[in-house]
């Protein structure tokens, strides 16, 4: 059984950053990735981490703001968002795949509870 657990989340302003973090237990899986889910509006893609070479995908919205990573002796899923901005707001989760890179939530597999983050302009 994998389980996933967020971290990080937070109440900013415009402009600053955050770290989320998310521990998982279990096997390291092929592709991990992190959606958002802002008040009001379905689970959005953000940003994916996967393959043999660390490819990575990212949301149009968050390129060049928003970096994925993982540290693979834990393992545990990292997003770094910068220059956040009230788009951001909503809630963080980290997902796990035990297939190919996608942005499409219903091909994760395993799903943490979420984190809240919230920004305010």
């Given at each position: 059984?994998?389980q996933?657990?967020?971290?990080?989340?937070?109440?900013?302003?415009?402009?600053?950053?955050?770290r989320?973090?998310?521990v998982?237990s279990g096997?390291?899986t092929?592709?991990?990735?992190?959606?958002r889910q802002?008040?009001g509006k379905?689970?959005?893609?953000?940003?994916a981490?996967?393959?043999s070479?660390?490819?990575?995908d990212?949301?149009?919205a968050?390129?060049?703001r928003?970096?994925?990573?993982?540290d693979?002796?834990?393992?545990?899923l990292?997003?770094?968002?910068?220059r956040?901005?009230?788009e951001?707001?909503?809630i963080?989760?980290c997902a796990?795949d035990?297939?190919a890179m996608?942005r499409v939530?219903?091909n994760?597999d395993?799903?943490?509870?979420?984190?809240q983050?919230a920004v305010?302009s």
């Amino acid at each position: 059984q994998v389980q996933l657990e967020e971290s990080g989340g937070g109440l900013v302003q415009t402009g600053d950053s955050l770290r989320l973090s998310c521990v998982t237990s279990g096997r390291r899986t092929f592709t991990m990735g992190w959606f958002r889910q802002a008040p009001g509006k379905e689970r959005e893609f953000v940003a994916a981490i996967g393959g043999s070479f660390g490819d990575t995908d990212y949301a149009d919205a968050v390129k060049g703001r928003f970096t994925i990573s993982t540290d693979d002796a834990r393992p545990t899923l990292y997003l770094q968002m910068d220059r956040l901005n009230v788009e951001g707001t909503g809630i963080y989760f980290c997902a796990l795949d035990t297939g190919a890179m996608t942005r499409v939530a219903e091909n994760y597999d395993y799903w943490g509870q979420g984190t809240q983050d919230a920004v305010s302009s």
